[in-house]
């Protein structure tokens, strides 16, 4: 058994293509051509330069001395922080700009939860001259601030979204809408692996660049390309599926997923998925959904803007049901705490959406020479003034 997509875009149970009618030749397009135009010899020539000369790829795997000494074991740190824009998401933005272009679209639209996905979708349209509308939830706008600013000097155009809990869901409602409404020129750049077959795997495949730099670093520091864990948080999941890559059908290599707990599992503001979720249908994509018994979806919460969606890709809720991945849930303190100490022992402030996998080595123990691969996914500058207020600094 695989724990990749199919050809019908399915991870076991979850998965698949829901969609209004109006949506279906967008995606109908994007689906017939995507493999095709991603096995193109010069599709990759370009796709690979950009990574390399705009992005700054490969990014170092850095073993984390003083962090590992006081848990006890080894962690390197995947550090796509120092990607240019300061996050995984650019990885995808640059596949998907290729993407549109080939596929003749001079309009993009992009959701955007902590900005860093529409900081990316913003930077990689002004690389190409092609317009870009990005849509935020409005409670994230406040929050995120420093990427709204970036946004809009970047030329983009930033669209509040006023509805529901005005987070990262409903920014990605108003996309979706944007897009019905302009069928022909407009490509939507997903920010992650959500939504209607195929964006659960393009994305996927755009961001395995991780796990394939993974395996050559590893390789080269320790003679093996195998870590015993890799570890990422999951909003979407996209970082975490471009770590978890080529190593999903290995048995060998133990894949952690660290969600976001909030306030407490229990609490009613959290964002735990697997803990919490049910099948449901949300984005066009079958798969694990915080709802209510009616299926109403739940409003989600978490401290970072990143990770408070109600559902997950359907990659993420195939390795929970299956069992192949563990799935823990991490506080907003717990993660908080985390940052904090990433900065102290090693000198860098992590994006909050990633302290949450940095926290969990305070319950989860792990065998002395473990080696165990943390997939930093972003930079801390964007919370600096939510760790600030938060720890009184
Ligand atoms: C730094 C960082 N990490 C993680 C995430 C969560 O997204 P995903 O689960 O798709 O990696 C985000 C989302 O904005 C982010 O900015």
């Known amino acids: 058994m695989s724990y990749q997509a199919n050809e019908k875009g399915y991870y076991g149970d979850f998965g698949g293509a829901f969609i209004p009618e109006m949506l279906y030749p967008n995606v109908e397009e994007l689906r017939s ?129 006023k509805s529901g809990s005005r987070t ?58 195998n870590p015993d864990y890799v570890v990422a948080c999951v909003g979407g999941g996209s970082n975490a599926a471009g770590a978890y890559f080529h190593y999903l059908d290995n048995p060998d290599v133990g894949i952690i997923a660290v969600e976001a707990a909030g306030k407490g599992i229990q609490s009613g503001e959290s964002a735990a998925t697997s803990a919490l979720g049910k099948e449901g249908i949300i984005h066009g994509s079958k798969t694990l959904l915080m709802q209510t018994d009616d299926g109403q979806i739940t409003e989600p919460y978490s401290i970072s803007a990143g990770l408070d969606y109600p559902g997950v890709g359907p990659m993420h809720a195939n390795l929970f049901r299956s069992g192949r991945g563990e799935f823990i849930s991490i506080t907003d303190k717990a993660a908080m705490d985390a940052g904090l100490e990433l900065a102290k022992l090693e000198g860098i402030i992590p994006a909050i959406e990633t302290s949450h996998a940095l926290a969990i080595f305070e319950d989860r123990k792990f065998k002395k020479d473990d080696i165990v691969v943390i997939n930093l996914s972003g930079r801390g500058d964007k919370d600096l003034s939510t760790y600030i207020d938060y720890f009184g600094l």
């Open 168 to 225: 990262l869901k409903d920014a990605t409602n108003e996309a979706i809408r944007d897009w019905i409404n302009n069928p022909l020129d407009t490509h939507y750049i997903i920010g992650s692996v959500v939504g209607p077959h195929p964006y659960p795997d393009m994305v996927a495949r755009f961001q395995a660049i991780i796990s394939e730099e993974i395996k050559i670093q590893l390789k080269e520091k320790e003679n093996r390309e």
């Open 33 to 161: 051509q995507y493999l095709d135009i991603m096995k193109e010899e010069s599709f990759q020539k370009e796709f690979k330069a950009l990574l390399r000369d705009y992005v700054g790829r490969p990014t170092p795997l850095y073993y984390a001395e003083r962090f590992s000494k006081k848990y006890g074991t080894k962690i390197y740190l995947k550090r796509e922080d120092l990607c240019h824009t300061g996050a995984h998401k650019v990885n995808n933005t640059v596949g998907q700009i290729l993407m549109a272009k080939r596929l003749g679209k001079d309009r993009i639209i992009a959701e955007t939860g902590a900005g860093q996905h529409g900081v990316a979708t913003a930077t990689v349209c002004a690389l190409m001259g092609i317009e870009c509308i990005v849509y935020m939830g409005e409670i994230d706008i406040e929050r995120q601030a420093p990427n709204v600013a970036r946004m809009k000097m970047l030329g983009a155009t930033v669209v509040p979204a």
